[in-house]
């Protein structure tokens, strides 16, 4: 024992040395090991988001493809009737027109009531587009306008909104339904998101004037 204590009381440099060397392999251990568990977590987390990624374009992919089949199956019917009666084309299309015919006469004679009772009445203002998400919808009278950035996969999107005379409005989560009231020339107008679809990213909005 007095040989080991006098061993390091004379190398008092080599005891230093040894110990710092032992103390910084332990500590650069200990940070190896804590730098390791952080990359596999963080490893996970990318693991599992991409799982939830790939499960949402699966199942963007799925509805997609039952909407094809749906789409073949109808267009496969049609064509089985009308290959079946060829002969029926002339008289279908005699008909059509027939039908057409009434119905612009019934709409002409509407309109000519309307006039003798109401001479000062017009049309109240009514526009409607479909768009795809990244693109806008933008009416020409008023010049509202909706842009939506993204649609979720539970049919709600995410955009923004400019009225004329507000400032741009934010819309996080909003789905089909949603209505914005503004005014313009001295009229009173409703801009409606009509639809929002996740499976093919489409939207549809309309401007309407509302009757005072």
């Known amino acids: 024992m007095s040989s080991e204590k006098n061993w390091f009381e004379s190398n008092q440099t080599k005891s230093v040395l040894v110990y710092t060397l032992l ?12 730098l390791d568990e952080k990359r596999i977590n963080l490893c996970e987390a990318e693991t599992k988001s991409a799982v939830t990624i790939a ?21 496969e019917r049609y064509l089985s009737w009308l290959t079946s009666a060829p002969k029926a084309f002339p008289a279908l299309e005699a008909r059509i027109q027939q039908l057409e015919k009434e119905r612009d006469e019934a709409l002409l004679r509407a309109r000519e009531a309307g006039a003798q009772e109401n001479p000062l009445d017009e049309t109240t203002y009514s526009f409607s587009k479909g768009f795809s998400k990244g693109e806008s919808f933008e009416d020409p009278k008023t010049g509202a306008v909706i842009g939506i950035s993204n649609v979720e996969s539970n049919y709600k999107a995410n955009g923004v909104v400019n009225l004329p005379g507000r400032q741009q409005i934010k819309v996080d989560g909003v789905g089909a339904g949603e209505s914005w009231e503004f005014d313009a020339d001295g009229k009173r107008y409703r801009l409606k998101l009509d639809s929002v679809n996740w499976i093919n990213n489409s939207i549809k909005a309309s401007v309407k004037e509302i009757p005072k």
């Open 23 to 34: 103390v910084a392999a332990t500590a650069w251990g200990v940070s190896r090991f804590v």
């Open 55 to 75: 499960e949402t374009h699966k199942a963007k992919v799925s509805a997609l493809e039952s909407d094809v089949a749906n789409l073949k199956a109808q267009n």
